[in-house]
């Protein structure tokens, strides 16, 4: 299988023509989403929705239950991409993407309490390098971290 935006697109086209087996599609799915640069730009929010409802919630690429409280869950990146849906819980790791520049601005980190029907999945394929909850954030209330930016500007909505 190839990796990135292309096997993510390959992914859902199987899906549609029903052509992915559902026991392949939950570990695949996960996987996909990992190795997408940025898995919306390749395949868009409603696709996304429709793979991970087909899945269910995982772990690790394996079926497993929500956990059963919400959690505090942070997200690096600039304003316009705050409702993306990879956050951690993580502060260096939502440090790094606020401090990448992604989408040509520096960012912030913005936090939310996401209660576990938002949450798709629990990701952590690189051994605790760059562990993610997928979250739906349609509706989510998203705030900006207590955080100040080290590259000088504000962080607001």
Known sequence: MSYGDDAVREVYRRF????????????????????????????GARKWGELWDYIGYTHNG???SRPDHSL???????????????????????????????HSNY????????EPRRLLAFIDLRDGIEPEFVVRTEGLV????????????????
């Open 107 to 114: 960012g912030c980190i913005w936090e939310a309490e996401v």
């Open 62 to 64: 394996e079926v497993a």
């Open 142 to 157: 998203i705030t900006p971290h207590a955080w100040q930016s080290p590259y000088g500007h504000s962080c607001t909505m």
């Open 72 to 102: 505090t869950l942070l997200r690096g990146s600039d304003s316009a991409h705050r409702h993306g849906w990879s956050w951690t819980t993580e502060r260096r790791i939502a440090d790094h993407y606020a401090g990448k520049g992604l």
């Open 16 to 43: 549609a023509r029903d052509e992915l087996p559902k026991d392949e599609a939950i570990s695949l799915v996960p996987e996909t989403w990992s190795d997408a640069e940025h898995p919306f730009e390749a395949l």
